[in-house]
């Protein structure tokens, strides 16, 4: 069989009907390879998947009815399978019989290669006959290249120029944008340095007056040397308290290098001796506390069958 002049006709019949769209005619030629791969024997057993994949037909719907198109427009035999192990079945017929001759009008003769060699020679003859219309017709078109090349040059050497000039104005933005940085952080170095001088500057200045302040505290109030256990002793008994807080106060502060609370040197002594003889009476133990439950009122004979 003569498979071109069979698709041939098929794509003939294809151009003349109207109710075929690109999914019947991939699927015929999907079927027409499973047919050319049989040798062209009637019937083929077809694959459903495997037809679907080579005419890029995704829905299983779509399928099914064009095939029951093609087979009722007698385009093939559709004989359906519904055994899940037996393929259906599919008998294509053959249009390459359908071709109708042309007819003798139509045909070309046999000598017609003698003639168009003939009409080329006749044409040629005619062409060189006269040199002078040839290098006329030439030449207008020989100048129209050379205008042509004219400007293009000219558009050339235009756009050479442009991109030059354009350069020129980017460096020139470049380096005015580089110095106005520059001077940006030379101002910004420069605020740093004096903002950091200021700040040297003030601290020194407080570190000065702190120290002034602490010299004259030192010489107003002038620090009495640290007393022993007679004179602390001494000290309480004028001051008619007993010799035991004495005793308490000098290990106290003794301990903590006769420092008022833990950081400041102690200045006087004595002021703090009688701060001690002001607060003792607040630290009373809790053995000297009165007992409470001795104070509740209670009796113990109760007679419990006393109503309340």
């Not at 829905?59 to 064009?66: D, G, I, L, R, V």
């Not at 004219?150 to 020139?172: A, G």
């Not at 005793?247 to 006769?258: A, E, I, L, P």
Request: net charge neutral.
């Amino acid at each position: 069989m003569n498979y071109i002049k069979h698709l041939t006709g098929f794509f003939e019949k294809v151009a003349i009907d109207k109710t075929l769209n690109p999914t019947h005619v991939s699927l015929y030629i999907a079927l027409f390879q499973f047919w050319n791969c049989n040798r062209f024997k009637n019937p083929i057993s077809i694959n459903r998947d495997e037809v679907m994949r080579i005419s890029k037909i995704s829905s299983k719907a779509t399928y099914h009815k064009c095939l029951k198109n093609l087979h009722s427009l007698g385009y093939i035999n559709y004989e359906p399978s519904y055994n899940p192990f037996k393929g259906s079945h599919v008998i294509l017929f053959n249009f390459s019989e359908d071709l109708k001759p042309l007819p003798k009008s139509e045909r070309k003769p046999k000598n017609e290669p003698l003639n168009e060699l003939v009409s080329e020679q006749a044409l040629n003859k005619s062409c060189t006959s006269s040199e002078t219309g040839t290098e006329q017709a030439v030449v207008p078109s020989i100048n129209y290249i050379n205008n042509t090349n004219i400007l293009n040059d000219k558009n050339v050497s235009n756009l050479e120029n442009h991109t030059k000039n354009f350069e020129e104005i980017n460096n020139s933005d470049l380096k005015n944008e580089t110095e106005e940085m520059q001077s940006a952080f030379a101002d910004t170095n420069k605020k740093q340095n004096e903002n950091g001088q200021q700040k040297e500057k003030s601290s020194a200045k407080k570190e000065k007056d702190d120290f002034v302040i602490s010299s004259e505290v030192e010489i107003s109030h002038p620090q009495k040397a640290n007393p022993d256990i007679a004179e602390v002793k001494t000290y309480f008994q004028e001051n008619n308290f007993p010799e035991q807080e004495a005793q308490k106060f000098f290990n106290y502060f003794k301990s903590v290098g006769w420092l008022v609370g833990g950081k400041t040197p102690m200045v006087d002594w004595q002021a703090a001796a009688q701060n001690w003889m002001i607060n003792a009476p607040k630290f009373i133990s809790n053995a000297e506390q009165p007992n409470r439950a001795k104070q509740l009122n209670t009796t113990t004979d109760k007679d419990y069958s006393e109503p309340l």
